[in-house]
DNA sequence: CTGTTAGCGCATTCAT
DNA sequence: ATGAATGCGCTAACAG
């Protein structure tokens, strides 16, 4: 295509299509009526110019960026990954663009991140977990459409969207439970940042109401507690077997612990499944490249970027966003075996 | 339209200073000697009523965006994702913003999303991969300061940044060579898109080269094609089986199929590394989660982020960005036994 | 060193 | 329905 240098403006295109600047500007934006011929006219020299609009012009006189800024909490990790994914299917066809920031789990970064994004002057902001204080939160919801993803925000009821974890953590108790076990052990976790911490507790309830459910107590010899890293599944596993109290599955609560406990089991000869079965909680993009492939607890990822998009598009509009609450899914492998 | 934030400007804070408004564009870009009292003058007023640039305004009228386009090919992929990380961590503190866009390895949403990011008025671009056509990357370099990273282009080497892939497979070849094998069969691919499948035959290169070295010919009997995908590697293997030329070890040309081929062995009855001994190529996220971990060879993506941010930054201020060649790294973990 | 004067490219009043 | 005029907020010549 024509690459000359001379950058071609509103006006090149007003000129060649006789009508002035203002009219191009309706056309292209659509913003009221003109007349057909004109219209014609200036999409030609639109096409025949190759023109391309100034996006800080644009932005500048309109006063929107026309971009979402998106605060993740860690580049790399599959759930925060697949809600980004989720955001770039949500916003494909949109005449938005993501601006991402990475607040690694770190407040400070994180309120800088959200800074510079507040700076871009963001049309609106999807946060994704992170520790920003509610207060803070709500601040800025006040200025900007927001929406606040896996995590939950009390006090912003209509800007958030998140994920059942209590009733995943019932249902994968129920399968075991199903699948014939009575005495399944649960690795959880206390020591971690205060949004994960919440969620693994509400796991961790889940596994006891469904104990409670089936008719028995919860034997809290039966629970150990990890740091959702892989290395303390190990530990958790040296803890139980010390314990001494039987057990024929194991529940983790997430899956980095899960295959710590995995790792356990095989180097104390004890098979899954079939002496063991265990579940863990997330399907991470490894879960089934183990052996056994790791029955585990999808969470929604990519629906939930896409959720996310879709409420602050309709914020944008003005609308009342929907905001769907999110159920995790039972991915069956063969880890787990029937007793 | 809540657009009732501070809309405070550069003439708000020109006037609590008591100075002209150039003079404050002055302290905030440095770009000129400024009398120290009325500096001092400047940086309080702006801290005083904190005072937010407007980036369109500054974007505008400057002519620089000081963002960084980033078109990649695979979010969600260790590669990909490993070297946006890489550019993240460059562009920290660089003043400079990445733009992401997703080629999704499709030619059209590619040019798409490459056009997006020049309408973006991006300062710096860096392709990852991806098929657009070496004559359109010469277009786009004439223009704008541009890497290409994870992809070899011939004709345009000071733009390019890539990973010795023959290299790879020679001394992946080489090391189970040194660990007294010599029946080394290998699984390649060719079926697949035009950029890995250069990346591929590199590495079979480097296999052969490595058997040639050792004083052996290459058997084609010992080499099978895959597609690149985990399936194709379990058809490989039993391909191979089917050929009755037995080996002790393997080299697949991905992990992919190198997990794929475990699987197949697996229920072969075949053990791993007892029986075969196996390596794979790029140390997916997976890798040191199979059973038994998988020796690989791991590509150097951060680093490859890095590398292009530097190459970028420096383009942009004229330097002559210094390319460095990456190399890939044996990374040991059980999969391979010595013989 | 510093203030004054023009734009940057477009959206959006106003008039007509 | 359409053109002319007026900023949006900032940078960069151009004088002093």
Not at 226 to 237: D, F, K, P, R, T
């Amino acid at each position: 295509m024509p690459d000359n240098e001379h950058k071609i403006t509103i006006l090149d295109i007003a000129e060649k299509a006789n009508v002035s600047p203002s009219t191009v500007s309706r056309v292209l934006r659509n913003s009221a009526g003109v007349a057909a011929r004109k219209r014609a006219a200036v999409l030609h020299a639109v096409a025949e110019l190759d023109y391309r609009p100034n996006i800080f012009a644009q932005s500048l006189a309109s006063g929107q960026s026309m971009t979402i800024g998106v605060l993740t909490q860690n580049f790399g990790s599959p759930f925060y990954d697949g809600i980004l994914h989720g955001i770039l299917l949500g916003l494909e066809g949109s005449d938005y663009w993501p601006l991402f920031a990475d607040g690694r789990w770190q407040p400070a970064v994180e309120m800088r991140a959200l800074q510079l994004l507040l700076d871009r002057r963001v049309d609106g902001l999807i946060i994704i977990g992170g520790q920003i204080s509610e207060e803070t939160l709500q601040q800025v919801a006040r200025k900007t459409p927001l929406i606040v993803a896996a995590r939950k925000t009390p006090t912003l009821p209509e800007n958030c969207l998140y994920v059942k974890n209590y009733e995943g953590g019932y249902n994968a108790t129920r399968y075991l439970i199903e699948m014939g076990h009575r005495d399944i052990a649960h690795i959880t976790a206390s020591y971690v940042n205060p949004v994960a911490v919440d969620d693994v507790s509400q796991r961790r309830k889940g596994y006891e109401q469904a104990i409670l459910d089936a008719g028995w107590q919860p034997d809290p010899r039966l629970i150990v507690e990890g740091n959702l890293q892989q290395q303390s599944g190990v530990l958790a596993i040296e803890m139980l077997l010390a314990r001494g109290r039987s057990f024929s599955a194991i529940f983790a609560a997430n899956d980095q612990m899960a295959f710590g406990a995995r790792l356990a089991l095989y180097r104390r000869g004890i098979r899954v499944p079939e002496d063991v079965s265990l579940i863990g909680f997330d399907d991470e993009t490894f879960a089934p490249y183990m052996v056994p492939p790791l029955t585990t607890m999808r969470q929604p990822d990519v629906e939930i970027g896409q959720a996310a998009v879709a409420a602050i598009l309709d914020m944008l509009q003005g609308k009342k966003p929907d905001l769907p609450v999110f159920e995790t899914e039972l991915v069956v492998r063969e880890s787990v075996a029937r007793r």
